[in-house]
């Protein structure tokens, strides 16, 4: 099985395309139990009109799709930034098994910087989480982007 830096390269692969795009560079992927990737996505709100296109949707749609389940049991999902409250309920509604994140959204982050909503005891199922993993290759893409918006 391939290291969780392995597949957080992978979304953050996904986060440039989204960059590329003019989108928040925000990128994930699933990986099934097997290691396989199984999903993938990259922020596409303001190009699909969307207000749920978040990386994380699309790449838990994708996953779904390709496993034939909405439940992702044994899943993994990383994702280059920490999810919000949206991406955090969808994310325990698929039952993941684990949730991996790059940097800390300390404005909107719904996994533990605001508010711990996927560790909530009354939830069905329990979501490990953890933080942190190249944290700064992701918080320099974010930079980037935002860098490029107040300057127009």
Known sequence: MRSDEFYMHRALDQARKALEAGEVPVGAVVIDAAGEIVGTGFNAPVSSHDPC????????????????????????????????????????HARMARVVYAAAEPKTGMVESRANLIAQPWHNH??????????????????????????T
């Open 126 to 151: 329990q979501v490990h989480v953890e933080g942190g993993l190249l944290a700064a290759r992701s918080k320099k893409l974010l930079q980037a982007f935002f860098v490029t918006r107040r300057e």
């Open 53 to 92: 296109a978040h990386a994380e949707i699309h790449a838990l749609r994708e996953a779904a799709k390709r496993l034939g389940n909405y439940r992702l049991d044994g899943c993994t999902l990383f994702v280059t930034l920490e999810p919000c409250m949206m991406c955090s309920g969808a994310i325990i």
